[in-house]
């Protein structure tokens, strides 16, 4: 605290009447005391930062003074209670003008006062006079002036650090949930999402979806749980915001996605036809991130296209399978085509084959180039198994008969540069039938409505029955490992006649189209590991009535690589197509309906093999016949086929190879 003289605190306390500021000339009239005294007591004041000058203008007059924030602490109880003395009086503080703590003005050196004299009383109040007087530099000691800043700027940066600190603990922790996550509608609705606040206080908190505010937030002391309700689909964003304890807020959000559409497919519906045993790539598109599995191997998809590289075509149906960020899954079932090469070709029987002349008659067509393959029966309608068979069941049903050797006669055509196709019958077996039924396997064989055998065909074996399936597969695979080129399916198919009136055991009135196309499925998936062709004769109606026989040849063509229809004229009645007289119009009504089997076909890649007649019924047939077939065949862009005479005593005449 300053040590002021009475004048001093005079002026101190006048300054302090007119609140806190005065001209020079308004105190010395106030105080009736020269002007330049009360600059002097002014000028004391300003050095112990009490008072200070305000800024004027040059040339303008006097200036005023004012109070400084510290006078206005301290000056009340500096000026309070003092008696006003003249300049005059002998009995003066003999320390005025050593103001504490500043520098005096006095030239002086102080009086460090030892034995001072008790302080003298004049009228009802005496002045005391100071036992000592200190000196104190106007600036501090230049240590103590180091220390003091020292200080200061620990204490500047340890708040700042405890202010930062401060600011720096607010923290939210977010579970339940992860950022950028994607999640189907079901699978979001109903999760439970925490907040976890440290540093602040969570009954501030707000909740924001998308910017929005949330209803039904729980809150548990520091921890908040909201409950998804549901969402549409497409992006969300949450946030959750706290007040900071000092000042602010501090927020913490996420982002995620509700999808619940499933990945596209974007795959050919019609595959361009492949060569057996080359490779092949599988190319397609899917939602960009999604993984797509192609027959069972995963493909990346980054930008949203894939391609799987494989060296041959795959045997069967592919599975393609795309899988989102979501979980969402999409499946498609693909089957590569086989590019069916160029076929032009008659039907043998086993018995022909092991029947020299009839076997050089066919070897001739071969010789003259009207030919380019030749269909074997393996298993005919009969039940009979033409070549040696080594398949157990075959044997023990007294089935093979060793009419030929299978594999000395593929090697011989092989050797004339034709291709072999072996027929099977399939599900017309009397001698299975028969044997099955005799030994109790009675739900081998389709019955009448009674529970009878079915009479007519002589027999014919369930096609639900696997016992009958792999009956006809182990044939086909034997076939295939001898080097058969092609597996062409006859009676593949249901008996004629109406459900109601026969008994299928397992498959009751149902339609069983759908289980003649998946046994197809398991052959093609067999006979292409083996690289081996497969096609299926069909009735020439079924491309507009296969359902009268369990024919879907639309359904077929995705498992086969040719349908050959038998299309003979003599099988047709008058008047179909608009055709009078179909067996004596070959070209007419072999046009007519080869066009609608183009139709069914249309967008499927699978090849169109014709069966054409060489027989004759109720109209003789000659060279002109044949031939009339194979022009009408031509005209829609159809060079394969395949001729039937069930003599093997073909027109060599009516038969003209189709151009390369």
Not at 67 to 89: C, F, M, Y
Not at 494 to 518: A, Q, T, W
Not at 626 to 640: E, M, P, R, W
């Amino acid at each position: 605290m300053p040590l002021l003289a009475p004048q001093h605190k005079l002026v101190l306390r006048h300054l302090l009447s007119r609140g806190g500021t005065a001209l020079p000339s308004e105190l010395s009239i106030d105080i009736d005391l020269a002007t330049e005294d009360v600059l002097n007591a002014l000028d004391h004041l300003h050095r112990t930062d009490l008072v200070a000058p305000m800024p004027h203008t040059p040339g303008l007059g006097e200036g005023r003074w004012s109070l400084t924030s510290h006078g206005r602490q301290v000056g009340p109880s500096l000026a309070k209670g003092e008696s006003i003395i003249t300049p005059n009086d002998e009995s003066m503080d003999p320390a005025e003008g050593w103001g504490f703590p500043w520098r005096p003005v006095k030239t002086d050196p102080p009086v460090y006062a030892r034995n001072l004299p008790r302080p003298k009383r004049q009228g009802r109040k005496a002045l005391r006079q100071p036992r000592f007087a200190l000196h104190v530099p106007n600036r501090p000691p230049k240590r103590r002036r180091w220390g003091l800043l020292a200080l200061a700027s620990l204490m500047t940066v340890t708040g700042a650090a405890l202010l930062l600190m401060t600011i720096r603990q607010v923290d939210i922790k977010i579970s339940g949930i992860e950022d950028g996550v994607a999640l189907q509608p079901a699978s979001i609705e109903g999760i439970q999402i925490s907040f976890t606040v440290t540093g602040a206080n969570a009954r501030s908190a707000n909740l924001l979806l998308d910017d929005f505010p949330v209803s039904g937030v729980q809150r548990y002391g520091n921890r908040i749980v909201w409950v998804v309700p549901p969402l549409t689909e497409g992006s969300h964003s949450l946030e959750l915001v706290v007040q900071r304890r000092l000042y602010g807020q501090a927020s913490s959000s996420l982002g995620f996605s509700v999808d619940g559409t499933p990945p596209l497919i974007g795959l050919p519906d019609v595959l361009e036809p492949v060569p057996m045993n080359e490779p092949v790539t599988i190319a397609g598109t899917s939602e960009p991130g999604a993984t797509v599995v192609v027959g069972g191997v995963p493909i990346e998809t980054r930008d949203g296209s894939f391609i799987l590289e494989l060296d041959e075509p795959p045997a069967g149906p592919v599975s393609v399978l795309a899988i989102d960020r979501a979980g969402n899954t999409s499946t498609f079932t693909m089957i590569i085509p086989i590019a069916y090469p160029r076929t032009q070709g008659v039907h043998v029987s086993a018995a022909a084959w092991a029947h020299d002349g009839l076997k050089n008659s066919v070897l001739d067509l071969i010789r003259a180039g009207k030919i380019t393959a030749v269909e074997i029966s393996l298993k005919n309608e009969s039940g009979v198994v033409g070549y040696q068979s080594n398949v157990p069941l075959a044997r023990e049903i007294g089935a093979s008969t060793g009419l030929f050797n299978l594999r000395f006669a593929i090697e011989e055509l092989h050797a004339l540069d034709v291709r072999v196709i072996g027929r099977i019958v399939a599900f017309r077996d009397p001698i299975l039938a028969k044997y099955a039924w005799a030994h109790g396997n009675e739900d081998w064989v389709i019955q009448t409505s009674d529970g009878r055998p079915l009479s007519k065909y002589g027999g014919f074996t369930n096609f639900q029955n696997v016992n009958v399936q792999n009956y006809n597969l182990d044939i086909a695979r034997e076939a295939a490992e001898a080097g058969i080129d092609d597996i062409l399916w006859d009676y593949m198919r249901r008996p004629e006649g109406r459900l109601d009136n026969m008994f299928i055991p397992g498959v009751g009135l149902d339609d069983p189209s759908p289980i003649i196309v998946d046994f197809l499925s398991k052959s093609q998936t067999l006979l292409r590991e083996h690289g081996v062709f497969q096609g299926v004769s069909v009735f020439g109606i079924s491309a507009t009535r296969g359902e009268a026989i369990a024919q879907d040849v639309a359904g077929m063509a995705h498992y086969v690589d040719y349908v050959a229809p038998m299309v003979y004229p003599s099988h047709w009645s008058r008047g179909e197509y608009g055709v009078a007289h179909p067996e004596a119009q070959p070209y007419d009504i072999t046009r007519a309906s080869l066009a609608d089997f183009q139709r069914v076909l249309d967008g499927t890649n699978t090849a169109l093999v014709p069966w054409l007649q060489d027989f004759s019924m109720r109209v003789p047939y000659g060279p002109a016949e044949v031939k009339a077939q194979i022009d009408a065949a031509a005209s829609l862009g159809i060079y394969d086929w395949l001729i039937w005479d069930p003599t093997v005593t073909y027109t060599a005449e009516g038969i003209v190879a189709a151009p390369n």
